[in-house]
């Protein structure tokens, strides 16, 4: 049975910095692709970033530079750190799991999800 647990969100001020946590059970023998998606009221869900068991990470070009996701191997556990928030930054966040062969952004192609954590940039 696949079991994400997310911690962390809330709500912070432009500039501030959040971190988020995803901790994974149930199917992380071999490579997997472990990362956070994010939807915001009235758009459509997006990745934010991704990273492979093995190494190697992706990460949408509204975020590069202020987030980094990393990847803890032994506790199957994602964490994104997410500094210099700025209010379009503001959605609900999910975290997602897929024993994928490849990085990707597309949340299409991941079957395992977590419940999803609020993120407010005000």
């Known amino acids: 049975h696949v079991q994400l647990v997310e911690s962390g969100g809330g709500s912070v001020q432009a500039g501030g910095s959040l971190r988020l946590s995803c901790a994974a059970s149930?199917?992380?023998?071999?490579?997997?692709?472990m990362g956070w998606f994010r939807q915001a009221p009235g758009k459509e869900q997006e990745g934010v970033a991704v990273?492979?068991?093995?190494?190697?990470?992706d990460y949408a070009d509204s975020v590069k530079g202020r987030f980094t996701l990393s990847l803890d191997n032994a506790k199957s556990t994602v964490y994104l750190q997410m500094n210099s928030l700025k209010p379009e930054d503001t959605a609900m966040y999910y975290c997602?799991?897929?024993?994928?062969?490849?990085?990707?952004?597309?949340?299409?192609?991941?079957?395992?999800w977590g419940q999803g954590t609020q993120v407010t940039v005000s």
């Open positions: 990273i492979a068991s093995d190494g190697g990470a």
């Open positions: 997602a799991a897929d024993p994928l062969c490849t990085i990707l952004l597309r949340p299409s192609e991941y079957n395992y």
């Open positions: 149930g199917f992380t023998r071999g490579r997997y692709v």
